[in-house]
């Protein structure tokens, strides 16, 4: 929530010329606080940077991305930036939250090594300091924990408990357990399933009694959801602060009437069953959940809405009824089964972007048969789709999500946005389209996905059958899973589908008994068994019923530490799991706890590993200088010494060469043709090309599993999403944001694979060679998975001198030998360059990759030096600009 500050003016004044006075302790930290008054700082000497505008956002103010609030602007002041305001009474920001400072056009800057207050790469506010307050959980009808931080009173009078209804439960025994937690006992029974509040009057003290402590130990490990199993179906929900559940059967999806009502039974653990002696394929159905009227709660008695189940295996389009289907029979394992973390590449594809331009039948295009159609050609004769995939080399196929997710309504959209010219260039004016960020249920195979005119639930053997295609091509599949908020809450909506109406305080965190979140909501895995077990269900479930070899976990930072470690057991550790470590939660609590936040020196699972991207390539967020906005790939010099620190797996958060995953460009943000794209940033016609071949050397010959984004080997650039904000709204009054080629979720032409430049050759309006760079990546993948390759496919550290660096006085220009059996040179100079006195290990060498071609068969051509390198000598090597080598010894 925002919230008014006041700049003050004598701060400013007396720093004109002179400076503010702040110690070295307070520039470190990036903040002051005097009396009543705090002031933020930026300095420039500490984060070696000079920016054209500073910003602070945090948890104090939800994480405002906005740049031009003025009240969040710091002023510069000599060399640093100033930011004060009133904090009287912590009204602003309030003891350990957590903060970070943006420059320029919106670029995250994470906290300096100096800095003595951070946590999961963020700053803290008084990080060691904590208010008088008050912490109220129900426990059961009898007991509530309290935690007194400050004066505690144990005379019971001293508390007083109140209910929703406003109703006043007097206290009858108090008894301290350790320094704070205190037992209250209330003087008659409390209903656990309603809204509570403490009070200690004399201290101007009130919590809201949460449900944590009878919620962290309801557990149940029945299959929830509805199963069939030897003809007999049973249903079983799991919402435990219902008074009753509901179950209603019908015939079609589009009836209004059900034709059986079954008033469920609850068990002890709060799973709500039903049981039928018969096999109910293809029944729908849906839920009422009734419960109090309290505040917070969205049961049937306050919102009259039906309830779709967060475990079926069938939901047509999200909206409305879902549908009872039998279990799928899995694809085959892999052959020679999974691959090794650090062997993995992985290619990340939307089921629609690849087949959306596929000439296959109008019934399977932008659908999952379209993905593994074989024998597609386009009209140069080059293979495109599945073939094309298989060509390329890649030993994981990366799919975007695949989960049921949330569209908006057709008719409302067309009606909408059918003769909107942007809508109709973007390609979305007749559909909504997405790239599936918003699971609405995480069990159901997205029903878009399925052949046109096939019934609900046939694509669960669509995609059974895909993973199959590529298993039996040695091809492993994960799915991207979206398990941190839910798509009952995007874009600023607040619609019911399933966990809302359920029970939004159980499945989902809250402050106030409200949402919070940047996403609309966050999911809650901590203190929540039940959605924890959500999580785990899923990912076991995908396994079980469709073959599947791994997920990559998207904003895994909100899902807690013990969570993610129970989940990588209960799948089985040969399974590939990546995810995003950066966005942590807006709940203070989870934050705090060490056993639940985690960032990436204490990740439990590999991690995208971004210091190596920036700068190999440059940042994600901005694009404004070739020279400083494509890292040592594009000129700037300043990155070599990461650029080696990424190579060798030597940043601080690397444990292993399987913490991190390496990466040029994924969905998010520009594609890596138009951060080459020359001065327009605009890779549709005109890439730098050698640059974007010493980036792709860069990320090929790091230590480690590596993931690439779906058509950066074909130059795939999205600057056909013009980059502006536009803000659209449907008749029935949904948000639509769409940002450009910057994020292109809900473009749609902009996210087509363009297949007709597949082996297309320079043109007059167009010097992309598309032919080439194919060829390059698909050499740089037989490459790293050839013998040769295997110096980079290591699982654990590196010994010392792994990579011997050449590093020549120009930073343009680096050089390493790999393990004594690979050997690269660099430079990414305008000019030709010279690496003198190159002592190589005695043997022969033949170089495998120029600019040109990659070729470990027979090697590739070279006009400066022989292809051969005779080793153990000192001898001088020629480079020319922009320029990349590579030789393996014989």
Same mark, same amino acid.
């Given at each position: 929530?925002?919230?008014?500050?006041?700049?003050?003016?004598?701060?400013?004044?007396?720093?004109?010329?002179?400076?503010?006075?702040?110690?070295?302790?307070?520039?470190?930290?990036?903040?002051?606080?005097?009396?009543?008054?705090?002031?933020?700082?930026?300095?420039?000497?500490?984060?070696?940077?000079?920016?054209?505008?500073?910003?602070?956002?945090?948890?104090?103010?939800? #994480?405002?991305?906005?740049?031009?609030?003025?009240? #969040?602007?710091?002023?510069?002041?000599?060399?640093?930036?100033?930011?004060?305001?009133?904090? $009287?009474?912590?009204?602003?920001?309030?003891?350990?939250?957590?903060?970070?400072?943006?420059?320029?056009?919106?670029?995250?800057?994470?906290?300096?090594?100096?800095?003595?207050?951070?946590?999961?790469?963020?700053?803290?506010?008084?990080?060691?300091?904590?208010?008088?307050?008050?912490?109220?959980?129900?426990?059961?009808?009898?007991?509530?924990?309290?935690?007194?931080?400050?004066?505690?009173?144990?005379?019971?009078?001293?508390?007083?408990?109140?209910?929703?209804?406003?109703?006043?439960? $007097?206290?009858?025994?108090?008894?301290?357990?350790?320094?704070?937690?205190?037992?209250?006992?209330?003087?008659?029974?409390?209903?656990?399933?309603?809204?509570?509040?403490?009070?200690?009057?004399?201290?101007?003290?009130?919590?809201?009694?949460?449900?944590?402590?009878?919620?962290?130990?309801?557990?149940?490990?029945?299959?929830?959801?509805?199963?069939?199993?030897?003809?007999?179906? %049973?249903?079983?929900?799991?919402?435990?602060?219902?008074?009753?559940?509901?179950?209603?059967?019908?015939?079609?999806?589009?009836?209004?009437?059900?034709?059986?009502?079954?008033?469920?039974?609850?068990?002890?653990?709060?799973?709500?069953?039903?049981?039928?002696?018969?096999?109910?394929?293809?029944?729908?159905?849906?839920?009422?959940?009734?419960?109090?009227?309290?505040?917070?709660?969205?049961?049937?008695?306050?919102?009259?809405?039906?309830?779709?189940?967060?475990?079926?295996?069938?939901?047509?389009?999200?909206?409305?009824?879902?549908?009872?289907?039998?279990?799928?029979?899995?694809?085959?394992?892999?052959?020679?089964?999974?691959?090794?973390?650090?062997?993995?590449?992985?290619?990340? &594809?939307?089921?629609?972007?690849?087949?959306?331009?596929?000439?296959?039948?109008?019934?399977?295009?932008?659908?999952?048969?379209?993905?593994?159609?074989?024998?597609?050609?386009?009209?140069?004769?080059?293979?495109?789709?599945?073939?094309?995939?298989?060509?390329?080399?890649?030993?994981?196929?990366?799919? +975007?999500?695949?989960?049921?997710?949330?569209?908006?309504?057709?008719?409302?959209?067309?009606? %909408?946005?059918?003769?909107?010219?942007? +809508?109709?260039?973007?390609?979305?004016?007749?559909?909504?389209?997405?790239?599936?960020?918003?699971?609405?249920?995480?069990?159901?195979?997205?029903?878009?996905?399925?052949?046109?005119?096939?019934?609900?639930?046939?694509?669960?053997?669509?995609?059974?059958?895909?993973?199959?295609?590529?298993?039996?091509?040695?091809?492993?599949?994960?799915?991207?899973?979206?398990?941190?908020?839910?798509?009952?809450?995007?874009?600023?909506?607040?619609?019911?589908?399933?966990?809302?109406?359920?029970? !939004?305080?159980?499945?989902?965190?809250?402050?106030?008994?409200?949402?919070?979140?940047?996403?609309?909501?966050?999911? !809650?895995?901590?203190?929540?068994? +039940?959605?924890?077990?959500?999580?785990?269900?899923?990912?076991?479930?995908?396994?079980?019923?469709?073959?599947?070899?791994?997920?990559?976990?998207?904003?895994?930072?909100?899902?807690?530490?013990?969570?993610?470690?129970?989940? !990588?057991?209960?799948?089985?550790?040969?399974? *590939?799991?990546?995810?995003?470590?950066?966005?942590?939660?807006?709940?203070?609590?989870?934050?705090?706890?060490?056993? #639940?936040? #985690?960032?990436?020196?204490?990740?439990?699972?590999?991690?995208? =590993?971004?210091?190596?991207?920036?700068?190999?390539?440059?940042?994600?967020?901005?694009?404004?200088?070739?020279?400083?906005?494509?890292?040592?790939?594009?000129?700037?010099?300043?990155?070599?010494?990461?650029? +080696?620190?990424?190579?060798?797996?030597?940043?601080?958060?690397?444990?292993?060469?399987?913490?991190?995953?390496?990466?040029?460009?994924?969905?998010?943000?520009?594609?890596?043709?138009?951060?080459?794209?020359?001065?327009?940033?605009?890779?549709?016609?005109?890439?730098?090309?050698?640059?974007?071949?010493?980036? &792709?050397?860069?990320?090929?010959?790091?230590?480690?599993?590596?993931?690439?984004?779906?058509?950066?080997?074909?130059?795939?650039?999205?600057?056909?999403?013009?980059?502006?904000?536009?803000?659209?709204?449907?008749?029935?009054?949904?948000?639509?944001?769409?940002?450009?080629?910057?994020?292109?979720?809900?473009?749609?032409?902009?996210?087509?694979?363009?297949?007709?430049?597949?082996?297309?050759?320079?043109?007059?309006?167009?010097?992309?060679?598309? !032919?080439?760079?194919?060829?390059?990546?698909?050499?740089?993948?037989?490459?790293?998975?050839?013998?040769?390759?295997?110096?980079?496919?290591?699982?654990?550290?590196?010994?010392?001198?792994?990579?011997?660096?050449?590093?020549?006085?120009?930073?343009?220009?680096?050089?390493?030998?790999?393990?004594?059996?690979?050997?690269?040179?660099?430079?990414?100079?305008?000019?030709?360059?010279?690496?003198?006195?190159?002592?190589?290990?005695?043997?022969?060498?033949?170089?495998?990759?120029?600019?040109?071609?990659?070729?470990?068969?027979?090697?590739?051509?070279?006009?400066?030096?022989?292809?051969?390198?005779?080793?153990? /000598?000192?001898?001088?090597?020629? *480079?020319? /600009?922009?320029?990349?080598?590579?030789?393996?010894? =014989?």
């Amino acid at each position: 929530m925002k919230k008014s500050i006041l700049i003050i003016a004598y701060l400013l004044l007396a720093s004109i010329g002179f400076g503010q006075s702040f110690t070295g302790q307070q520039v470190k930290q990036g903040y002051a606080v005097f009396s009543d008054e705090v002031s933020f700082i930026f300095d420039e000497g500490i984060y070696n940077q000079k920016p054209t505008k500073v910003v602070v956002t945090g948890s104090f103010r939800g #994480w405002d991305t906005n740049m031009d609030n003025e009240e #969040w602007q710091l002023k510069k002041i000599g060399g640093q930036w100033i930011l004060t305001f009133n904090n $009287k009474d912590f009204k602003v920001i309030s003891p350990q939250a957590e903060f970070k400072f943006r420059i320029n056009e919106g670029e995250w800057l994470s906290p300096t090594d100096v800095s003595p207050n951070t946590n999961a790469g963020n700053l803290v506010f008084m990080q060691n300091t904590i208010l008088p307050g008050l912490k109220a959980e129900l426990k059961n009808e009898r007991l509530i924990w309290a935690n007194v931080v400050g004066e505690r009173p144990l005379d019971p009078k001293a508390y007083i408990i109140t209910s929703a209804a406003g109703d006043t439960i $007097k206290v009858k025994g108090v008894l301290p357990n350790e320094a704070t937690s205190t037992l209250i006992l209330p003087e008659t029974p409390l209903d656990k399933k309603r809204v509570y509040y403490l009070h200690i009057p004399s201290q101007k003290l009130s919590a809201l009694c949460s449900y944590d402590g009878w919620f962290r130990e309801t557990f149940s490990t029945k299959e929830l959801g509805a199963n069939i199993d030897n003809g007999k179906t %049973s249903v079983r929900l799991f919402a435990p602060r219902a008074t009753l559940v509901k179950l209603y059967l019908y015939k079609d999806k589009d009836d209004t009437k059900a034709y059986e009502v079954i008033d469920m039974k609850e068990d002890e653990d709060g799973v709500w069953e039903a049981f039928f002696d018969k096999d109910l394929h293809g029944v729908w159905y849906d839920f009422t959940i009734h419960g109090h009227q309290d505040p917070g709660n969205l049961f049937y008695e306050t919102t009259k809405a039906h309830v779709s189940d967060p475990y079926t295996r069938v939901s047509d389009d999200t909206w409305g009824k879902c549908r009872i289907w039998h279990r799928t029979t899995p694809a085959t394992p892999l052959a020679s089964g999974i691959p090794a973390m650090e062997d993995v590449i992985a290619y990340e &594809v939307h089921v629609q972007d690849f087949t959306d331009r596929l000439p296959v039948d109008e019934s399977i295009k932008g659908r999952i048969p379209a993905v593994t159609k074989r024998g597609l050609k386009n009209s140069k004769g080059q293979k495109i789709g599945f073939d094309y995939l298989l060509d390329l080399g890649i030993n994981v196929v990366h799919l +975007m999500p695949i989960q049921e997710y949330l569209h908006y309504p057709t008719d409302d959209w067309k009606a %909408s946005f059918e003769n909107d010219e942007y +809508m109709i260039s973007q390609g979305v004016s007749e559909e909504n389209y997405q790239w599936g960020y918003r699971t609405s249920h995480a069990m159901a195979v997205e029903t878009r996905y399925r052949t046109v005119g096939k019934e609900p639930g046939e694509e669960r053997n669509e995609f059974r059958d895909l993973v199959q295609a590529f298993h039996d091509e040695g091809v492993a599949v994960i799915i991207d899973i979206v398990p941190n908020h839910t798509a009952e809450n995007m874009d600023g909506n607040a619609w019911i589908f399933n966990f809302n109406g359920i029970d !939004k305080q159980y499945y989902y965190r809250t402050k106030d008994l409200e949402h919070i979140g940047d996403y609309g909501n966050e999911v !809650k895995t901590e203190n929540r068994p +039940m959605t924890q077990r959500w999580l785990i269900d899923q990912c076991q479930y995908y396994i079980k019923e469709f073959g599947i070899d791994g997920f990559r976990i998207d904003l895994a930072g909100q899902v807690d530490q013990q969570t993610l470690i129970a989940l !990588k057991e209960a799948i089985g550790q040969d399974k *590939i799991v990546y995810g995003e470590p950066w966005i942590g939660s807006n709940d203070p609590e989870f934050e705090a706890n060490p056993s #639940w936040d #985690w960032y990436k020196e204490d990740s439990p699972i590999t991690f995208f =590993q971004d210091d190596s991207r920036s700068a190999y390539k440059g940042p994600v967020f901005k694009l404004t200088d070739p020279l400083t906005d494509r890292g040592w790939a594009g000129g700037k010099t300043s990155d070599r010494d990461a650029v +080696m620190m990424g190579l060798e797996n030597s940043n601080k958060e690397d444990k292993t060469p399987n913490s991190g995953i390496t990466y040029l460009d994924i969905h998010d943000n520009f594609t890596l043709s138009d951060q080459f794209g020359g001065e327009k940033f605009d890779g549709r016609t005109s890439v730098d090309q050698d640059n974007y071949k010493i980036a &792709v050397t860069l990320l090929y010959t790091s230590l480690g599993p590596l993931v690439t984004n779906g058509g950066s080997e074909i130059m795939r650039s999205k600057a056909d999403a013009p980059l502006k904000e536009v803000v659209k709204t449907t008749n029935k009054g949904y948000k639509v944001y769409m940002h450009g080629y910057r994020d292109t979720y809900n473009h749609r032409t902009a996210n087509q694979y363009a297949w007709e430049t597949v082996g297309q050759t320079p043109t007059a309006g167009n010097t992309n060679d598309y !032919k080439n760079m194919f060829a390059f990546w698909k050499g740089m993948n037989e490459f790293r998975l050839s013998e040769y390759g295997k110096v980079f496919r290591i699982a654990d550290k590196a010994p010392e001198g792994y990579y011997q660096f050449i590093t020549p006085k120009d930073e343009h220009q680096l050089g390493y030998i790999v393990d004594q059996k690979v050997f690269v040179l660099l430079n990414t100079g305008d000019t030709e360059a010279t690496f003198k006195n190159v002592e190589l290990p005695a043997g022969n060498w033949k170089l495998v990759a120029n600019n040109d071609a990659v070729n470990i068969q027979k090697g590739v051509k070279d006009l400066k030096n022989l292809k051969r390198l005779k080793g153990g /000598s000192s001898q001088d090597i020629t *480079i020319p /600009s922009v320029g990349l080598k590579i030789w393996v010894k =014989q």
